[in-house]
């Protein structure tokens, strides 16, 4: 068996399926878009643990042999109860805050993120590792997720446009895109804030993971 099986509330997660087909072309994908539980940036932890311990086994019972969280929202709250209940590889996806740290210059970066990955002890332990001298903004977004999901393409560019005026003189000169639906936009977002900042995500770096662990597990 080569399956990966990868979990998005929705379609947020095919920008990371896209990097792990470029990797590892031979592997068979299986996308759990759950739609059905759209949205899971505003769901209490508890729900969102049975939701996708529920989707893990169904994923287990196809085959899959590697899980990967394509959400930030579900890693950031459930990664380690996960880890502890299924006994195969679970790659997730966090705000890649670590890279903004490193680029950062002004020493002032954003973190557009879901309700739930804003407020999660998991961001602020990235933040506090890597940013001890760096201005962090935590943008919590209530519905872009959901306006992206459901190609709304234009009211989510004025959503984000309306928050960013309180944020642009503030010297910020990298975002992080923290919820995988924010990096399907990422050309309308980084015309909205210009073109001086740098807008960084975990996509590629979550991909090079899964392959890491995929040549470790040896499936082919
Ligand atoms: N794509 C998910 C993330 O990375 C969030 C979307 C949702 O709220 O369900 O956080």
Same mark, same amino acid.
């Given at each position: 068996m080569k399956k990966i099986g990868i979990i998005d509330s929705g379609i947020g997660g095919r920008g990371i399926k896209k990097e792990i087909k470029k990797l590892i072309p031979q592997a068979e994908i299986i996308y759990f878009a759950d739609s059905k539980n759209f949205p899971y940036g505003t769901k209490e932890v508890e729900e969102l643990n049975r939701?996708? @311990? *529920?989707?893990?086994? +169904?994923?287990?019972? *196809?085959?899959? +042999?590697?899980?990967?969280?394509?959400?930030?929202?579900?890693t950031v709250t459930s990664i380690n109860y996960l880890r502890e209940r299924f006994n195969i590889p679970i790659v997730g996806v966090e705000p890649a805050i670590?890279? !903004? !740290? *490193?680029?950062?210059?002004? *020493?002032?970066?954003a973190v557009f993120a879901t309700?739930?990955?804003?407020?999660? +002890?998991a961001t602020d332990r990235l933040i506090n590792e890597y940013c001890k001298d760096i201005i962090v903004y935590k943008i919590p977004f209530e519905n872009l997720a959901g306006e992206i999901e459901n190609n709304k393409i234009g009211v989510a560019g004025l959503g984000v446009t309306k928050i960013w005026e309180n944020y642009k003189n503030k010297n910020i000169d990298v975002i992080v895109l923290g919820c995988t639906h924010y990096?399907?936009?990422?050309?309308?977002?980084?015309?909205?804030?210009?073109?001086?900042? @740098?807008?960084?995500?975990?996509?590629?770096a979550v991909a090079q993971q899964v392959k890491k662990v995929y040549d470790e597990i040896n499936i082919d």
């Open positions: 939701i996708l @311990e *529920k989707n893990i086994s +169904e994923l287990i019972s *196809k085959g899959t +042999e590697i899980i990967v969280l394509a959400c930030n929202s579900a670590k890279m !903004a !740290a *490193k680029n950062t210059k002004t *020493k002032n970066i309700p739930i990955t804003s407020k999660s +002890e990096t399907l936009i990422k050309n309308q977002i980084q015309k909205i804030v210009g073109d001086q900042i @740098e807008l960084v995500d975990s996509n590629s």
